[in-house]
């Protein structure tokens, strides 16, 4: 079994930075593509920003050159640095990662963090 862990949400005012962390544990052989989605109150979960094994990026076009998605392999960790935060960033906040384990390949989610943005 593999877990993801997030940490790093939290309140902030418009403009602010906050830098999210998501560590998978457990039974993990290895760990593919990595990533962010976000979910408002009454809205969809949607992809914020994601990451291939060897490092490329791919990015929602309302958080381009504002967040930067990065991975540490060797601690099985995914980061989200977010920058020139906005209200419209307000959202629970989960990791997804692709994980192979004694049980193969799967998809795994964490429970969440929340970012709220003030204006």
């Known amino acids: 079994q593999v877990q993801l862990v997030e940490s790093g949400g939290g309140l902030v005012r418009a403009g602010g930075s906050l830098r999210l962390s998501c560590a998978a544990s457990?039974?993990?052989?290895?760990?593919?593509?990595m990533g962010w989605y976000r979910q408002a109150p009454g809205k969809q979960r949607d992809l914020v920003a994601g990451?291939?094994?060897?490092?490329?990026?791919v990015y929602a076009d309302s958080v381009k050159g504002r967040f930067t998605i990065s991975r540490d392999n060797a601690r099985n960790t995914v980061y989200l640095q977010m920058n020139s935060l906005e209200p419209e960033d307000t959202a629970v906040y989960y990791c997804?990662?692709?994980?192979?384990?004694?049980?193969?390949?799967?998809?795994?989610w964490g429970q969440g963090t929340q970012v709220t943005v003030s204006s």
């Open positions: 997804n990662a692709d994980a192979y384990s004694d049980y193969g390949l799967e998809n795994y």
């Open positions: 457990g039974s993990i052989t290895g760990l593919n593509t």
């Open positions: 990451i291939m094994r060897n490092g490329r990026p």
